[in-house]
């Protein structure tokens, strides 16, 4: 008799092989529920799916659940395909790049198990061994002219209060939302809010579905558990046009969609990426795409 799933963790690939290897070592090796534990790994159609399908298969058997995806249709919609395969009530999603740290799916299932209001469990997310990355943030709901008039003050201001919640695990369940790196989901509510917006390619997913999440019903709640850790291999980013073009579009339809100041979006990213640019000359690095990107914010504040 097959037993029944508690969680299921769907990893979501993009040529991602040589992640992958790493992040499922570190999912069976941590794995406290046993065959309670169901694992899917959906590829967005990348070059390297096959490879990397036949060494999950050659290592893993028939324990992974391998789904391909036909497009690649961003985070969101090949997650929506790994969580509508699930078969357990409780999704964690879960990027390749993520190396969990210590045991935590029974813990998890306990806390969703004892209140049928939980929606999210997020953890504390580790850079490198000790350090801390942004796993919490706030989400900016005014509607006034508050980076527009106050400039870089309230850019500092913002910037500075991310930093202060995530060094102290200041969570408000209501007032911030936690990042989508790796995080669990209670299945039914996550198909009930509408899942993932597959309009949004890459970027503010994890805000999208909380602003939905808490319409559902006003009992809902969030929570982040400081105490356990999974590492994210981000590193140091470069900062690329493209990329970052993709992020400002993100946020444009985010703001537009749920009624909020898409020129407070603008001229907070306006100087934010000031203040990066400046960081970056201050390092020797070439600024040419923060100028490429600074040039494509004006251009839009010019257009709404």
């Not at 590829?43 to 659940?65: A, K």
Request: net charge positive; glycine share 4%; proline share 2%.
């Amino acid at each position: 008799m097959l037993s029944e799933k508690k969680i299921s963790v769907v990893i979501l690939t993009y040529n991602s092989k040589t992640l992958i290897k790493d992040c499922l070592h570190s999912v069976f090796l941590y794995n406290d529920i046993a065959d309670s534990l169901e694992v899917i790994v959906v590829d967005n159609n990348s070059v390297e799916c096959e490879s990397m399908f036949n060494w999950i298969r050659e290592t893993y058997g028939d324990s992974v659940l391998l789904i391909k995806n036909c497009q690649n249709g961003g985070y969101g919609q090949g997650n929506n395909i790994g969580v509508q395969a699930a078969s357990s009530p409780i999704v964690l999603i879960m990027n390749p790049d993520v190396r969990l740290v210590n045991p935590m799916f029974s813990k998890v299932f306990h806390i969703y198990e004892k209140d049928a209001d939980v929606a999210i469990v997020g953890m504390k997310q580790l850079i490198d061994g000790t350090s801390c990355a942004p796993s919490i943030n706030l989400l900016m709901d005014d509607n006034s002219n508050l980076y527009p008039i106050y400039g870089l003050f309230s850019v500092f201001f913002t910037l500075f209060a991310n930093k202060l919640i995530n060094y102290f695990d200041l969570y408000n369940s209501k007032k911030m939302f936690i990042h989508g790196s790796c995080f669990f989901i209670r299945k039914d509510y996550f198909i009930e809010a509408g899942m993932f917006d597959e309009n949004i390619f890459m970027y503010c997913e994890e805000k999208d579905l909380h602003r939905r999440l808490f319409s559902l019903k006003n009992s809902l709640k969030n929570i982040y558990l400081k105490s356990i850790c999974y590492r994210h291999l981000i590193g140091e980013r470069k900062i690329y046009f493209n990329g970052c073009k993709v992020y400002l579009d993100s946020e444009i339809y985010y703001a537009r969609k749920h009624s909020l100041s898409v020129k407070n979006i603008l001229y907070y990213n306006l100087y934010r990426y000031y203040i990066l640019k400046f960081i970056a000359k201050m390092k020797r690095i070439d600024v040419y795409e923060y100028d490429k990107i600074i040039e494509d914010i004006r251009m839009k504040k010019r257009n709404i």
